[in-house]
């Protein structure tokens, strides 16, 4: 057989697209799993096109999920997040992505994991990458997932059924700490770049965040004019593995830390050509993804901004210009538009977050085989 069959559904979470898999129909052992991935999303590409599978080229649509009912107690579904890298021969599992979490309940519905009656349904979701939990509230209709609703997410065209996620205690999923370094504030001594001022945050996902003006920068560029400056790529790769030393991760990892700048909420143009106004958004925000910028912004990014701008003294609540300490919602500008995040931050020294909430749509686009060449899976993996 030239080609091999397998089951899997590809859906978009979000901002995000990606194949869905079921954890029954992989092979038992992990270690054949990556080929499998990179096969079905046509990677390596050393043209960053992905033409050859089931990848859109960027990160954001480079992303595998692999979903099973679960057996820890009070759990009804894990999942398992892939981020497969556009140009290498690399599946990361060192992170989640928030936005292809909106589509694990749709999916786990769909697909007769759980049970859900028709109406509202909350369910318990457990990410295995960091071992998080997130309750995905949405709404069922005729015993599937609904789709059809008037939540608009800025980015995707259309409008969509709302799914509220709730990251339960997110601070610390992948250092153990919200401020890994113990401090709001650290100065990072970066090759090429001498001294920088960033904070180091770890909620639902790790992020090194630092001023926009420090790059020479004013916050709101496209993500073509940074993806087409091969310097500016460079410092920013530069000063992620600086925080990463700091933060304890393996610079080496690509998918953590991630590198963001920010800047106080200017006007802007979308990437759909509309106008952004100042007053939209409590900060401007870009983020770099396994070295390539979000067209919108990475959910679980977008959260560690989040809880950033609640935290006094941090570099993100200097941008807003205002004292965000009491603020739960957090409106932050992007490429695409405004991300609205809710923080349930408590009162304590170090600070705590109890809860992150987003509002986020998803929706199956298709299901059935993906087709992977026999002879991607029985060649070695050169990372």
Known sequence: ?????????????????????????????????????????????????????????????????????????????????????????????????????????????????????????????????????????????????????????????????????????????????LLPSGRVRDVLDVPGLGEIEATLIDASTALVCVRADALDLSGVEPPDTIETDPSLLERLEAIRRAGAETMGIPPETESVPKVGFVAPPAEATTLSGARLAADAADLSARVISMGRPHRALPLTAAMALAVAVRIPGSIAAEATGTDNAGAALVRLGHPSGVAEVAVDLATADPPRVDRVTVIRTARRLMEGRVLVPARRLAAPIHR
């Open 1 to 177: 057989m030239s080609q091999i069959a397998l089951p899997a559904v590809f859906m978009r979470g979000g901002t995000s697209k990606g194949l869905f898999f079921h954890r029954r129909d992989l092979p038992a052992e992990r270690t054949e799993w990556d080929a499998l991935f990179l096969a079905a999303l046509g990677s390596p590409d050393p043209h960053g096109r992905q033409l050859d599978g089931m990848g859109g080229g960027i990160s954001s649509l480079s992303k595998v999920v692999v979903v099973s009912p679960s057996a820890r107690p009070g759990v009804d579904v894990d999942y398992l997040f892939g981020q497969v890298s556009v140009e290498r021969a690399l599946v990361d599992y060192r992170s989640n992505c928030g936005n292809l979490t909106a589509a694990v309940g749709s999916f786990a519905v769909d697909e007769g994991l759980v049970q859900a009656a028709d109406g509202t349904t909350t369910l318990t979701l457990h990410n295995c990458n960091l071992d998080q939990t997130i309750e995905a509230r949405f709404e069922v209709a005729g015993g599937r997932a609904a789709v059809e609703g008037d939540t608009l997410l800025d980015g995707v065209a259309g409008e969509g059924a709302p799914i509220e996620l709730s990251f339960l205690e997110p601070g610390g999923a992948v250092t153990g700490r």
